[in-house]
């Protein structure tokens, strides 16, 4: 009898503690919604005025202490009052919601269980006659492209900053995704419900790394290529350390895509396609489900590209690593580098001026690097290749904005290739289409270039290079080879949040002239073409192969 009284008093404080948790995790979250609407919506705050920072780090703490619905309306009644009386604004679009793609989502507003009625009809006044000038906090851009948070105080002094700049990091982070994300409406997972998950943890962290891994982890949520994180904490979060190889993520497998060479010119008893299996005693599977959380990305194939990039990472400098070789487990004890050396060294093994960025074949197919040409010699590269009955164009990297130049000799005429969304500045959270799709090619181009116009991407072609590819598609006698890409084009948004990070995003929406999606969709290939493991252990590039073979074969 007593063990039973016992455990119901245990499942009772338990039950208690629970619901505890659970009005204070709506409390926090809830006033950071409505602290960003404001900071948006309310002229005389969105004018940046206001130090509205500190406000929130103000009254936050007295919420989290008492997350009580009397407690949490003083507070945003506080707020409204402080703030200022709003005027009605007869310029303001009425509109109901986002009518092309459904990113504006103001539904919190009448939906937010601590919400007194009047409160909610407060809101919906400052929603109807909401901020027209020039918005400190998201400035508009001059060319109807992404906003810039350029004006938020980046607060880069403390590495581990109090419980309320976290809190304040979340929400700053948060509300741009809520309000300046054009893919919004792809989220896995409802954005709100993602607020709430992170609040108290990030409130909480207990320690830097905590508190820098969590932040990292968030801005994942969003499955955006484009989701790049740079804080020295997370920088080294997995070591300071690594390995002079090049994984690469192929046949469902990790394995050394290339061995780099040291500066005296050593390099490991590594070679291309071993099966990595452990580094440092931990396998890859386990270091894959370990990262995969912090670098998820548009699709599954980029972020297994990011994970791959931290595989070789580890905290000494001298690190194990267990590979498979023709069946064979092979284990080595090898010597590391500082990451920082890592990148020069990987960049002295950059093919250099000694290597053609184009060339016209034996066989006379064309060739270019799209990563290393640059506009300045993009006259010169036609006219040698002009007489080429098929042209490769490898985009399998960052191209130098040559795509107009070429698309100029491809075209017989002007196409269209691509329309964008961008960001209503006058009503956050609303996206606006382009009137006009963007256009390339000359008119009435008698000269044009006939032959085949072949195009090789894979999953590190990203954003320009996924753009560049799309101009491409508008020539005649086009094909694309290989696989899908990185599927995160526009223009990147920063942020910079407490603790010495600096986030980014997508700011603005990019699709082809039908409005067909390319964000997690990536460029699809005409004929898909992957390497394989035993390709890259006899050091042939297959899908070039690939391309030469159509190049030949393949009747236009």
Not at 137 to 162: H, K, Q
């Amino acid at each position: 009898m007593k063990n039973t009284i016992l455990t119901l008093l245990g499942l009772v404080i338990c039950l208690l503690v629970s619901a505890q948790q659970n009005a204070k995790v709506e409390a926090m979250a809830s006033l950071g919604e409505i602290w960003g609407f404001l900071k948006y919506y309310h002229p005389q705050i969105a004018d940046g005025s206001k130090n509205w920072d500190s406000v929130l780090m103000a009254d936050l703490p007295l919420v989290a202490a008492d997350p009580s619905p009397q407690q949490w309306q003083q507070t945003v009644q506080k707020w409204l009052s402080d703030a200022g009386p709003v005027a009605e604004c007869r310029k303001c679009t009425k509109i109901k919601g986002d009518t092309s793609l459904r990113n504006l989502d103001l539904a919190f507003l009448e939906e937010a269980p601590l919400l007194t009625q009047d409160l909610k009809t407060q809101l919906a006044f400052i929603k109807d006659n909401r901020f027209q000038g020039k918005s400190y906090y998201a400035v508009p851009s001059r060319w109807n492209g992404p906003v810039s948070f350029e004006n938020e105080t980046p607060y880069f002094d403390e590495l581990y900053p109090s419980k309320e700049m976290r809190a304040l990091a979340l929400f700053r982070y948060w509300n741009a995704i809520q309000y300046y994300f054009p893919y919004r409406y792809l989220l896995k997972e409802d954005w709100h419900a993602v607020l709430r998950r992170y609040v108290l943890e990030i409130y909480e962290a207990p320690d830097q790394l905590t508190y820098h891994l969590l932040m990292r982890k968030l801005t994942a949520e969003i499955y955006d290529s484009h989701s790049f994180f740079a804080s020295t904490t997370w920088n080294y979060s997995q070591g300071k350390y690594r390995l002079l190889a090049r994984p690469a993520f192929v046949e469902g497998k990790f394995i050394i895509k290339s061995v780099i060479p040291d500066s005296s010119g050593q390099v490991y008893p590594l070679e291309p396609g071993d099966v990595i299996l452990t580094v440092d005693g931990v396998g890859v599977d386990t270091l894959r489900e370990r990262l995969t959380p912090y670098l998820v990305s548009s699709n599954e194939i980029t972020s297994m590209r990011k994970v791959s990039n931290w595989l070789l990472v580890g905290e000494n400098e001298s690190m194990s690593i267990e590979i498979e070789r023709d069946g064979k487990r092979h284990s080595y004890e090898l010597k590391a580098v500082g990451v920082k050396a890592y990148h020069e060294i990987a960049a002295l093994s950059a093919p250099g001026d000694s290597v053609p960025k184009w060339e016209k074949r034996k066989d006379n197919i064309g060739y270019v690097d799209m990563g290393r040409l640059v506009r300045e010699e993009v006259d010169e590269m036609m006219a040698d290749l002009m007489d080429c009955p098929a042209i490769i164009f490898d985009v399998r990297n960052y191209p130098r904005s040559t795509y107009r130049k070429i698309t100029d000799y491809l075209n017989p005429d002007r196409r269209p290739f691509a329309t964008f969304l961008y960001p209503d500045s006058k009503y956050p959270g609303r996206f606006i289409w382009y009137e006009s799709p963007y256009q390339v090619g000359k008119r009435k181009n008698k000269d044009y270039y006939q032959g085949k116009v072949i195009v090789l991407q894979n999953e590190t072609t990203q954003s320009h290079a996924e753009f560049t590819i799309m101009a491409f598609e508008t020539a005649p006698n086009c094909t694309i080879i290989g696989s899908q890409t990185a599927a995160a084009d526009g223009n990147v948004t920063i942020i910079k949040l407490p603790g010495g990070i600096t986030a980014y995003f997508t700011g603005l929406g990019v699709y082809y002239p039908d409005r067909a999606e390319t964000q997690q969709v990536g460029i699809q290939a005409d004929i898909e073409v992957k390497p394989t493991i035993e390709g890259i252990r006899q050091g042939k590039d297959e899908v070039l192969e690939a391309a030469i073979k159509w190049a030949k074969e393949a009747k236009i």
